[in-house]
Each structure stands twice: as structure tokens, then as C-alpha cells.
């Protein structure tokens, strides 16, 4: 499916090898699917974040603040343009005075402290009054063909209120408390590809600063944290007047945009099966080149061990009350102390030393310190790895179904790739307690307690597993030697879960391969893996199904790109 | 006139098919037929507005063919051109071998359209298809047709009865043929009567809302002050 075995396409990051060893494969579906390794990945350099930096850098693109008409009270809006070599994107910021009683990160909120939207261009005035009549009202008002995405942003009251005070009275906010909170402001939404009258993602993906998925809603996010810095500093100028100070850059960049993610984002990676293939298996192609290196040169293991103790930085700074990730963070607070011990008895020049500390955290380290360990591993390797990013999308639409496959045929399929969720009982009550639903109230996605709440007519189709079991058992009652076409005919109700096997033959990592409709599910660990492409840090789940998380911080600003590192910056600078 | 973006398009083709009753993986065959019809600037999702009021969550082994050689009968009702037109996309290979078939009394016809298209572009082979006075030509990718897209949809549109649907494989377009253009812009417009209605079938997959699901179906509280 994916052409990662083009010599041509990625020329320049074909795998240094040169032993007769056996080359090291992907690694099996069986492992990386699971929920619990998914729910532990780490973002790395294929993050869609730092591959936005990255070329917000190599394509000089410049920003310009084109208005700020935001009065005393933080009322109005402001526009800040960005500009490649192609093209123009505006960030069209709207601020608001919120009441404290109306600020929710739930999706059924109707107000928020800031909304935002990208045009595509430079708006003109009519556009901003069109917009001005919309935006702010987010999922009830409408944008348009020219507009990217949409979002909106609340304030962290009390870091908001530090750092206004701070300035006002002539002070730097003190930075221990900017870390322990990350960001001024959290976007609870940032929606994209035609939502709410939205230019679709196809109608741009030939763009090339939208090849890779997600680049226009990063944007949105990074320039959102460049307002949020400006509109800080002008609320301390109204509340201090001459005595206040400017926010030191070197503080302002400490500070992220923080995210708070709801279920939305969990059925996003089952109903793009085909996507989520291409990033795991860029993903896991990263580690495969890397573990085939013969030999790592003393520059290139230097990088590993600089990311890795900038690494424990941020882990030290990442907390969570959640019972589950404060274990998970002690756990890999732990590994990755026992991972810098282990290093000084590797001796260099080691022959496959990237796989022979990959099979001994194997073997030594808890999951989420494996994965964190695989980042790590990739980050000296710019140039077996970042040429992969061209792979990360995928066609939009259906995969058709051959109907001509024999029944016999996709029976093995079904038995090859969803061995494990054929050993499931599916008519015991745990095993499918929950069912997923969108509420009528603001068609906010939901996860219910199926034989409590009268949800079950409403299931959305969620559930893979279990429905491939009961297509395995339709199946099984019929004639083998016929086709898919004959089968469907009398089953049209197995149709979706026929395309999703046979999709599974071409792409194993499209499944997740755990039960999503268990008692026992923790839902956040699939928003977690969704974040983590995106590049997120610190996840911080407020409960098993709400997450909050922080990006960008420590990123450089839009007009510190030419000068300041714009690929690494997502670890914090040594202590 | 509403602007859609193609997008929001699929996603309340998907929904309203599965209001009238669908299966999903028909919901999804229905995006890609409501799609392929708006590229070419016809009545996509008017013509499956039209068709899941018929169907109206009956079941749905008395829209699916019987199919008898080289035709395909009712077994009471009209046929689903949804699921003829899957049948068709799943036997590709099979049907280019025959020279031609016959699906009798076919519900919102324009449905079968582009699954015919799809099937001639799978098995390489023109496909001719003719109910009413409309004659169109599958050929390499590209439609032909006797008469121009616009008027074609118009008419469908005025008259969207039952109609038996006769394909003929091997026949190339004749030079009388007027050749269709795809559009580049997936966006669709819809008549505010249209969305309305396909917004009142999409409705019924949304669960109603209850202050159980609402505090605990997504997990947070509703305050976030800190």
C-alpha cells in the first residue's frame, strides 16, 4: 500500500546496511496495535508539529501581525498573516470576555474566551465583518471555502491572571509556575477538512505544505500561541501602564498552547483505517531502518544521549492526578534512569547497537519507556527518517471491496488478522458492555454503558472486532467456494466489516487490535495515540475518556525560525 | 441554495442512509455514489433523499434482486439501486464477461450510475446503460451520454420513477454522444428543503440526550476554571 520501498521516492533514506545479517522487519501488528503500546507512544520526529516547524524554517516563511484591535477589556480581534513560498494564511483571532461560569472544554459549550479561524489569503474587511458574524459562535455559525479550520481556545485562570499581574507590576512571571501549568490558553477544539462549511483537506492537499496530514490545523495552533503572547502582554499594558515589562522571550517560549481532547478524537483513528495504517507504518519503518544500522558514529550517539537527558527534563515536569498516567510516568521515570545506567557499559563502536538497546528495553523496560526509547532512537537519524513523511496521507473515500475473493478466502483473512478477536466471547457481558453514540446535543460523541442506557440502537460503527466475529460466523455457514459478490448479496449487513478485513490484507496496521467496546476499556489511550502524531507532550487525561495535553512548548515563535533550532526544541533545554 | 463542503456532504449521505435503515457498509457505497454524481454536477444526494424515503427503514430483502441469469427481478417492491449497484461493483469482472443484463424496476435509477462507472472502470470494458429515453455510455473513465449532464439530471429529477435499467457491454460511445465534464470543486449545493429532510433521517442515528449521558458519555464536567 504505501511506496516506502521506492528507491526513487526516498532515495536519500535508504537503510545504512551492510551486513549479512537478517534485516530487521516492522515490527508485527500484533505488537504495535495493541492498546496498551498505542495509549504509550511518544511523539518523534515525524510528529506533524515538528515536520511544520521544520519547514516553517527550510521555506523562510515570514509572519506579519496585520491588525490588533483588541480595546482594554481584551475585546476585539487580531490578524496575523504567514507567508511561504507558495502561499498566504491568515489567522483571523477573535477575543471575548467570558463569564467563569460559562468556561467548559466540553464540546456542548457555547462561548469560550478566544475562537479563531484560518483564511486562506489575506482577508479583506468584508471577509473579517463575515467572520466576526460566525466564528465566535463556532459549530452554530458558518465559514466557508476560504477558510481552513476553526477553533477556539479557554484561559488557565490562574496562570492567565500570575502572568498578567506579574508583567503589570513590572516582574517576570515566575517560570516554575509557568511550567507547572505549560500554556495561557487551551484550545478545546481545532476542527479542520470541511467541518462547519470548511474548504476540504482534498481540495488543498496538493499544496505542499499540506502533503503531510494535519499541517493546516498545527498552523492554526502555532499561531494561536503567538496571538495568546501578544494578547497577554496587552492586558498586563492596559492593567500596568508604563511600569510594565515585556514578557522575556526566553519565558514566553516555555509556554505551549495547551488542548483539551474529548472522545471526538477516538473513533477519528477506526473510520480512517487506511490513514492510521500509513502513520504507524512510516512509524515503525523509522525503527525498522534504524535498528539495521551497523554502526552508529560517536556524533549521531552523542545526539541520543543529549535528547535523552532533555527527555528526563520534561518527564520530571509531566504530571498527572489521573491514577493510571501518574503510574505510567513514575514507571518511565524509573526505566529511564535504569536506560542512562545501562549506557555507560555500551562500548563504541557496537556492532547494531540501535537494535541491541531496542531488544534489551525489550526485555528490561516497561511499554511506554519502549516507545519513548524508539523517538529517541530515531532522532539522530534526520536522514533515514524524515523523507518517510511524504508517505503519512492517504486517499480520501472508501477501499472498494473485491467481490470476487473467495468466501474461503476471507475467512483466512479474518482468522489471520483477527485471531485474537475470535478468542473473545462476545456474548459475555464485559466483553461488549460499552456502546459508542453521538448525542443529539451538539452531536457530541459519546461512550455508553450498553445494558444500562438506552443507547444500543444508536451504536456507532465502533466495534470492529466484534463485528468481524459475526461476519467469521456468517461465514462459516457459508459455501466456502463462492464469492464475496454472493455472500454480500444475502448479508449486506456484513458489508463494512468484509471492506475492513480486506483492507487488513493489504494493510495490517489498520486495525487496532483490542477490544473498543470492552468493560475494561481506557479509551484515552487512543486519543493519546492520535496526539502523539500530532507531536503533544504531558498527557495529563482528566478522567479514562478526557485528556489535556500541551503543544509547542519550547517551540521558537514564528519570527525566531531563522534563528533558532526548529526541530528539537520539543525537549526542554538540559537542566 | 446551502454550500456544502464535501465533507459535511458524505458524512450526511452516510447518516441519512443509515436513518433510513442501511447497513453501514451501504452507507458508505452511498458517499461514494452521492460523490461521484455531484462531480458531475448531478442530484446526488436529492436523488438518495428520494430513495431512503422509499426505503423508510423496510426491510431490506424486499428491495434486493433475485437475480436470474442475465436479469434481475424485484422480489416485490422496486430494487435499491444502492444495492444493485454494489452487486454490480462486486461482480465487476463477471458481469464484462456477459454482454448484457437487465435490473428490472430500479428505484431513483440516477443511483446506479455511478456504480456502473465504477464497475466499467475495474473491468476495462465500456458499458452502455438505457432506461426511459436516456441512453450513457461508461468508456474509460469518462460518461457519455444523449443528452448533456444538466439536462439528464433535470429530467431525472422531474421523473423519478421505477425504471427498468438495461446494461450492454462492448458498446462504445457514438460520436452523437455528448462527452461529460468532472468538476474539480467536490463542494455541493443543496436546496434548504433537501438538507432538511436529509438532516431529519441523519437525526435518527443521534441518540437522545440524558443527563446520564451527558455527564458521564464523554467524561468531563462542565466547568474548566483553573
Known sequence: MLPIHTRGMLNSTEPRQTSSRDVVQRRPADVVMRLDRLGSMHQSRLSFMRILTRRLKTEKWSITQKSFCIDETGVGHATYSITGPHNTYTLVAFAHDLPPEQRSDRVIATAWDATFTLYDGIPSEEDISRLAANVPYQEAGRISSTELTLARANRSVRLWEHVVAALAQGHQPDANQIDSVGYLMRTTAVYGSGKFGATDRQAVAGRPEFSVPFQAEMLTVYLIRTFVRDLVQHMANVRGGPATVQLDPDLARRLGIGNSTGLGMAPFLINHPQLFNNWITVREEALARVRNIEFVSEPEWAVFKDVLARTRVSVDAWHSAHPLQAEKIQQLNRDLERLDTYLPGIRMPTHYLWDRLYEWAVSELCVEAQECLVSLMMEPHADLIDGLDACMSAPDGAFRIDGSMPVSRLRQCVEEHYQWALKVDWDVREHCARAWYVSEEKLEPRLGERFEEPIEEYEQPLAPARDVCRLHDALNSFDADNVCAEFLLKHPEHRHAVRRVQLMDRAPYAEIRDNTISASLVPFDMLRCKLAFFGATHFDPRSDRWLRICLYANAPYPEETASRDVDTWVYPPPH | ?226
Not at chain 2, 458531475?40 to 426505503?55: D, I, K, N, Y
Not at chain 2, 431513483?108 to 436516456?134: E, G, K
Request: hydrophobic share 40%; aromatic share 6%; glycine share 4%.
Open chain 2, 1 to 226: 441554495m446551502v454550500d456544502l463542503s464535501a465533507n459535511e456532504a458524505a458524512s450526511l449521505t452516510k447518516l441519512a442512509a443509515r436513518g433510513a435503515g442501511y447497513p453501514w457498509g451501504l452507507c458508505e457505497e452511498a458517499v461514494v455514489a452521492a460523490r461521484w454524481l455531484c462531480s458531475f454536477e448531478l442530484s446526488g444526494m436529492q436523488a438518495l433523499l428520494s430513495l431512503c424515503l422509499r426505503v423508510d427503514q423496510q426491510p431490506l430483502s424486499t428491495f434486493t434482486p433475485q437475480i436470474e441469469g442475465t436479469t434481475w427481478k424485484p422480489v416485490s417492491a422496486g430494487l435499491c439501486p444502492l444495492i444493485c449497484g454494489s452487486a454490480l461493483s462486486d461482480r465487476a469482472a463477471l458481469i464484462a464477461a456477459r454482454s448484457s443484463i437487465t435490473i428490472e424496476s430500479v428505484m431513483s435509477p440516477i443511483l446506479l450510475l455511478p456504480f456502473v462507472a465504477q464497475m466499467s472502470a475495474i473491468s476495462a470494458t465500456s458499458v452502455q446503460l438505457s432506461w426511459n429515453d436516456f441512453v450513457l455510455v461508461c468508456h474509460a473513465d469518462q460518461i457519455y451520454a444523449n443528452r448533456d449532464a444538466d439536462d439528464f439530471d433535470q429530467r431525472c429529477m422531474n421523473d423519478d420513477e421505477s425504471a427498468t435499467v438495461a446494461l450492454q457491454m462492448h458498446i462504445e460511445p457514438s460520436s452523437s454522444m455528448s462527452e461529460w465534464s468532472v468538476r474539480t470543486d467536490s463542494r455541493q449545493n443543496l436546496l434548504p428543503a433537501c438538507l432538511h429532510k436529509l438532516q431529519k433521517l441523519a437525526q435518527r442515528t443521534y441518540a437522545p440526550n440524558t443527563e446520564q449521558s451527558r455527564l458521564l458519555g464523554a467524561g468531563a464536567g462542565n466547568s474548566d476554571n483553573d
